[in-house]
């Protein structure tokens, strides 16, 4: 035997060269498949750009509003008014769309629920809007927290199988009860609040220019370029893929919109356009992180089959170009981005008057107001109705057979009545499985003729073997005597 070389007996697998004379089997590396490719990252850029671009025409029409607004003296009060109905009409639209579709407005106590919460959120923004007031800002939020509650009754009610009427009258119940209570409470705790800020309704009528600039640009711009379907996604799916960019977009606000922009403001809260309009130009790339992190969290969902909707959507969408904007929803998302926004402001004036300087009072600010316009999608699909699905138990119908499906035409047939027919094809069904059953039949008696033809044969070869056998031990003995 030949010697192995030391050279080569002490290589490893994975040294073995090429030339050894041994074939080891070679395995494919699996490489993992990347959840968020090419295509992908690039529609993220996309969005995030589009959403920047937005931001960018949006705040300087907003910032160009307010600086002549604050120029024209003796209009304040005028101001407050028209702020005041802004902030009336916005808050309450949204208040009358979710409640009419989450509480309902068939039975008495629904009805009255749905006017509580209309009248109360009316109110709410209206204070919000052209004084700045804080105690609305905890009102509404006690109220989301009722709708909550509401929506858990809703779900739990089904669940168990409780008269709907029940339900529904427990759950308006609820709801009245915590928009009392809370608005009771936010009136002990702060009392007739108002911020020393003079240009609190200016600020707010220039969010609206700057909300519907934005709008109409998200809307006009949406399927520009490659872009991530959100709607592959259910409301749960979109949810959770705004749940997962929540962290990525509130760390790049106060980031940008705080410590940023507020270390670019001046000393003292200023509304003319050459100190503000840098420190918001680069509070608006926060946006862009938003969107690009949103459309990767929603192609990763989709990509693990997590969250999808039942319509047969794909994920990424072809560059379709500039489209015509719809105007009936840019309004409603108006009303939702004016709303937050204008929540911000209060919170943030609050703090202000509180001795707080402009960079943490604009980061805590920031920092609330993320939590709330991350979900700002989720808002308008309650207004529009949508919410938490629950599983719809759907009957199969019945499976026709390959018989049932291939019959010939016949000329008659043409002439018969319903009745007939079904007579006809229930015949049918059971002649087929009539001859079935006798094939099945005729199969296992022939079956059972061959395994014993076949135990006969076996047999028979056996005692001619024996008889072979018995002969040459006769022969031999013969031969030795």
């Not at 959840?35 to 029409?61: C, E, N």
């Not at 509580?116 to 509404?140: E, H, N, R």
């Not at 022939?446 to 040459?472: G, T």
């Amino acid at each position: 035997m030949h010697s192995i070389p030391s050279s080569i007996k002490n290589l490893t697998h994975n040294q073995i060269p090429a030339s050894d004379p041994i074939a080891r089997p070679s395995l494919p590396l699996q490489q993992p498949t990347p959840s968020i490719k090419k295509p992908v990252l690039i529609a993220a850029v996309t969005h995030g750009t589009k959403d920047f671009a937005g931001q960018f025409f949006g705040r300087t029409t907003g910032l160009a509003v307010l600086s002549g607004l604050t120029s024209i003296i003796g209009a304040e009060a005028p101001l407050r008014a028209i702020a005041g109905g802004i902030g009336a009409i916005t808050a309450g639209t949204q208040a009358f769309l979710i409640g009419r579709h989450h509480i309902g407005h068939k039975t008495m106590s629904q009805k009255t629920a749905l006017a509580i919460c209309t009248l109360s959120v009316t109110a709410a923004g209206a204070g919000i809007s052209a004084y700045g007031s804080f105690q609305p800002v905890v009102v509404l939020a006690s109220c989301s927290a009722a709708v909550a509650v509401a929506s858990l009754l809703k779900f739990c009610g089904h669940k168990k199988h409780y008269d709907e009427n029940t339900t529904e009258g427990f759950k308006a119940l609820a709801f009245t009860a915590a928009v009392a209570y809370s608005a009771t409470g936010a009136g002990m705790m702060i009392s007739s609040w108002s911020p020393q800020e003079s240009h609190i309704a200016a600020r707010s009528i220039a969010l609206l220019f700057e909300s519907s600039i934005i709008e109409l640009c998200k809307a006009s711009l949406e399927q520009l370029g490659p872009s991530v379907d959100k709607h592959v996604l259910s409301f749960k799916g979109n949810a959770a893929a705004l749940l997962i960019g929540l962290p990525f977009y509130t760390a790049a606000t106060v980031l940008l919109n705080g410590v940023v922009s507020g270390a670019l403001q001046p000393p003292v809260d200023s509304t003319k356009f050459i100190e503000l309009w840098i420190p918001l130009i680069v509070g608006g790339l926060a946006n862009t992180v938003r969107g690009s992190v949103n459309a990767c969290s929603i192609a990763y969902l989709a990509s693990n089959n997590v969250g999808l909707n039942e319509s047969d959507k794909s994920l990424l969408r072809p560059n379709v170009g500039v489209q015509k904007p719809d105007c009936f929803k840019i309004t409603e998302k108006t009303t939702v981005r004016f709303f937050l926004s204008s929540c911000r402001n209060a919170l943030y004036f609050y703090l202000r008057d509180k001795g707080m300087a402009i960079m943490p009072a604009a980061c805590i600010a920031q920092a609330c107001y993320s939590i709330f316009a991350q979900q700002r999608d989720l808002i308008y699909e309650l207004m529009q109705g949508k919410g938490w699905s629950e599983p719809v138990l759907k009957q199969r119908e019945a499976t026709l057979l390959l018989s049932q499906v291939l019959v010939t035409p016949d000329e008659s047939e043409g002439s018969k009545t319903p009745e007939e027919f079904i007579e006809t094809q229930t015949q049918t069904q059971t002649q087929t499985d009539t001859e079935s059953k006798t094939k099945e039949a005729s199969y296992m008696h022939a079956a059972l003729i061959n395994s014993s033809s076949s135990s006969s044969d076996v047999s028979d070869i056996s005692n001619e073997n024996e008889a072979d056998d018995s002969d040459i031990v006769s022969e031999e003995s013969q031969s030795s005597h």
